[in-house]
């Protein structure tokens, strides 16, 4: 060990206590997450408070240190220079990322201040060059005043001059005179005006004002407040390090500032009141008076108001009527358009196209006639296809639509309809949407039942009609004998000198069909038939249907307009947006123009066969009609018919069954026709009642809507999925499938008979008078009687009547003749009888003696 290690003092220990986190001259930050930070700073005065007057300076703060042990005194040596002092770290180095961003923040505030007092500088020097520019203007209005008052009284005086030089009245100087008023006048009203009112003031930051630096030291109580002010130590001084530097104000200032100017602003003049914005308010039949208030762009508070001084107590929640909306309207100087719900309504009868826009379009022809008269077969024989092969039962339950090309290259659009009795809504729907109906005929046949009836539907829609002679190839086939029938029901075809084009054909063997299409083709051109095809289209359903991987699909045959993918329409109470259309043949295309039937994907439900669809602009617009009609159709569906005696007394009367059916089908007109032929089979004894009727597979809600009500389910050309399958199983829910709709009808008609039981009758055997009435043992009593019509037998029922009124039915126990039992008493003799359970017998009473057959009820 050296002399000098030994020589050197070595410091004292630290002295024992409790560790401190912070040491002096150091500013510990607390960040998240557990993370710390230390910063230098340096100390230099302690700030000291005296009392008033005390001349008391600030000592420096010298940190403590240990003291060291004294040493011996070392040998004289020179003085040596004092030591430089560490040279302290730049502030960049010991800034943190928050820090640096609290730098950046403070550094973008200052430059929006100094901006912001820029533009105030600008504002000022701007206001001010306008109130010069506007005295400058003002100095040169009153010098022109002044010099054509002083040119007036010049005038004046010279006009005056001239009067007593030629002693007559001056008239110029009044002229002159009110002329210079005028000028003065003009010039007065040409000056602007100046607002008196100063402007509201804008709040301008204003830079904190710095310290003069002391030339000279100072004494007293100044000297004191500047060491008191150089020694306070902020979080500001201490983050730039440096001392005198001019500090931001804080944001507690500047918004403190900005309240202070906001009591300002409203405690001083009012602002100038805005202009009045004048609206257009569409006012419906009922309208609440918040939604008004909106609607007006005024307080809901003012339009109560408003209504109290018209006496009117109501709240902003309240629906007022229409002509109390006006007069609020009107009040607060608004401009009304009323409106009602119907308005929502498209009205298409009201568009109609310019003729010089219409083309020429296809005809639309309805095949109709009595069911297996031929009229799929007929088709399929026009098309050269086989529709009737793929038909349930070789008839036809649907509505087809079809496109037929002729020889001249010209298009005709069919419609075949079902002739089934069941389907007579689906005829009359064929009819109303058809140019011309071709009524197809057995030759073999005549005229049926549905034949009448489609005369009877093509005379109601006002449409020309065609006669088709069919299966004139058979044996027995007399077309005379069918033109001779058809003039019963007012139908005179050609051959009988009358209006009605008729045709002799066979489909079978493809005879007389060019015939047909040549008589189609001068129908056609006889009606002219023309539709625009360059707008929105408008069609008409056919038939609609719920398909398991294309969802609601429905056969639309377009009356005028192109219908294009993507076109958004409603239909119904439905809405949809056109996401494919499939033609006739099965192929995707991608417009369908007048008269072309066509099948649309995108619907959001199955609507009703004959129902109108219509292209809208937007969505919302469809969303709106859609719920109108939904609405109506629920009004009209919840609505009661009015109470009347004659109903009240005739549903006390009604006792009937009621039978509960869940119908499902395949297509929507399926399941109409289907409803109205089950409704047609109940009578007074038994009614159907139809829990619920729709389009597509039997569900899982549909079985357990039939369990509830122990209610079949009828699956028309439909099955029920896995699932609904499982519950009918558990809950033992019958499901009946058809595809034949007089298979259906027949077996729905027989489960209702048999729900009502046989059909009992009464045959009356024997009537007989009770002479007297005898004891017969301890309770019984007998009945003498004295038959006068038919016989009385033993175990028939009876009823014993008293003046015609029943008293007891009951039944023959006993039948004696002088003491011997018999079996039969015929008409003319006396008798005793024993009757069951009654002891009410009265001389004068009359004993009716029937007996009961069951038949099988037939409904």
Do not use: W
Request: proline residues 6%.
């Amino acid at each position: 060990m050296s002399e000098d290690t030994k020589d050197t003092p070595k410091p004292a220990r630290k002295p024992l206590g409790l560790k401190r986190s912070v040491e002096p001259g150091e500013v510990k930050q607390t960040f998240s997450h557990g993370r710390t930070n230390k910063v230098v700073v340096e100390v230099k005065r302690k700030k000291l408070v005296g009392k008033p007057g005390a001349q008391e300076a600030a000592k420096e703060i010298v940190p403590e240190m240990p003291v060291p042990a004294p040493a011996p005194a070392p040998a004289p040596v020179a003085k040596a220079a004092p030591a430089k002092p560490a040279p302290k770290p730049k502030q960049e180095d010991i800034l943190t990322r928050q820090e640096m961003q609290a730098k950046l923040l403070r550094e973008a505030e200052e430059s929006r201040l100094s901006a912001m007092e820029e533009a105030r500088k600008r504002d000022t020097k701007a206001k001010k060059d306008q109130t010069a520019e506007e005295k400058a203007r003002a100095e040169e209005n009153r010098k022109a005043e002044e010099a054509a008052a002083k040119k007036a009284q010049e005038e004046i005086a010279a006009a005056e001059a001239a009067a007593v030089a030629t002693d007559e009245k001056p008239a110029a100087p009044a002229e002159a005179e009110d002329a210079a008023k005028a000028g003065a006048t003009a010039t007065t009203s040409a000056a602007p005006k100046t607002d008196a009112r100063p402007p509201a003031r804008k709040f301008t930051p204003v830079e904190a004002p710095k310290r003069p630096k002391p030339e000279k030291a100072k004494t007293g109580r100044s000297d004191r407040n500047d060491r008191r002010q150089s020694g306070k130590l902020t979080v500001n001084s201490a983050l730039r390090g440096e001392d005198g530097a001019a500090r931001a104000r804080s944001l507690a200032a500047l918004k403190r500032a900005r309240e202070k100017e906001k009591r300002a602003q409203r405690s001083g003049q009012p602002r100038e009141p805005r202009e009045k914005q004048i609206r257009d308010v569409i006012v419906p039949e009922a309208i609440t008076v918040q939604e008004l208030s909106k609607r007006m762009g005024e307080k809901g508070a003012d339009l109560v108001k408003s209504l109290f001084n018209m006496g009117s107590m109501v709240t902003v929640n309240q629906t007022i009527d229409q002509d109390t909306a006006e007069l609020l309207v009107e009040e607060f100087g608004h401009n009304i358009q009323r409106v009602s719900e119907a308005d929502v309504e498209i009205d298409t009868k009201a568009d109609v196209d310019p003729e010089e826009t219409l083309k020429s379009r296809p005809p639309v022809v309805t095949i109709m006639g009595h069911v297996d008269h031929g009229k799929t077969s007929l088709l399929d024989a026009l098309r050269g296809t086989d529709v009737v092969q793929g038909e349930a039962g070789g008839i036809t339950q649907h509505i087809g639509a079809y496109q037929v090309k002729m020889k001249n290259g010209d298009m005709v659009t069919f419609l075949d309809t079902p002739g089934h009795e069941a389907f007579t809504e689906m005829r009359m729907r064929g009819a109303n949407v058809t140019d011309i109906v071709i009524l197809v005929v057995a030759a073999d046949d005549g005229l049926m039942p549905q034949t009448i009836e489609a005369i009877n539907h093509t005379k109601a829609a006002g449409v020309p009609m065609i006669v088709a002679i069919n299966k004139i190839d058979k044996e027995g086939a007399d077309p005379t004998t069918v033109r001779t029938r058809l003039l019963e029901h007012e139908v005179i075809v050609e051959e009988m000198s009358g209006d009605v084009l008729d045709a002799e054909v066979s489909a079978l063997k493809k005879i007389g069909l060019d015939e047909l299409m040549e008589k189609i083709h001068v129908q056609a051109e006889l009606l002219e038939l023309k539709a625009r095809p360059d707008r929105a289209a408008e069609g008409v359903v056919v038939e609609a249907k719920l398909d398991k991987g294309r969802g609601p699909v429905a056969t639309i045959l377009v009356n005028r307009g192109t219908l294009k993918r993507g076109d958004i329409f409603v239909v119904g109470s439905h809405t949809g947006k056109v996401r494919a259309l499939i033609d006739d043949k099965g192929k995707p295309t991608k417009e369908a123009g007048p008269s072309v039937p066509v099948e649309v994907l995108g619907l959001s439900g199955v609507p009703l066969a004959g129902d109108q669809l219509t292209v809208v602009p937007d969505e919302g617009r469809a969303r709106e009609v859609a719920a109108y009609r939904a609405e109506q159709e629920k009004l009209q569906r919840t609505t009661q018919a009015p109470t009347s005696l004659e109903n009240m007394f005739s549903a006390a009367a009604d006792h009937a069954v009621e039978f509960p059916l869940l119908v499902k089908a395949d297509v929507q007109g399926s399941t109409q026709a289907i409803v109205q032929a089950l409704n047609k089979i109940s009578n007074d004894d038994i009614k159907v009642r139809i829990l619920h009727s729709g389009v597509g597979a039997i569900t899982e809600s549909d079985v357990t809507l039939a369990a509830a009500s122990n209610a079949p389910i009828i699956g028309f050309n439909v099955r029920p999925n896995a699932k609904a399958r499982d519950i009918a199983k558990r809950d033992g829910v019958r499901l009946k499938y058809f595809d034949i709709i007089y298979a259906l009808t027949d077996e729905i008609r027989a489960e209702m008979a048999g729900e009502l039981g046989p059909e009992k009758i009464e045959n009356v055997m024997g009537r007989a008078e009770v002479k007297d009435v005898f004891k017969s043992g301890k309770k019984d009593k007998a009945a003498g009687l004295l038959v006068t019509e038919g016989s009385l037998r033993k175990g028939l029922f009876a009823r014993l009547t008293r003046n015609d009124v029943i008293v007891s039915a009951t039944t023959i126990a006993s039948l004696r003749r002088f003491k011997d039992d018999v079996e039969e008493v015929r008409a003319g003799m006396e008798c005793g009888a024993v009757l069951e359970d009654t002891n009410d017998i009265k001389p004068g009473d009359m004993l009716e003696v029937f007996e009961v057959t069951e038949k099988e009820r037939i409904l």
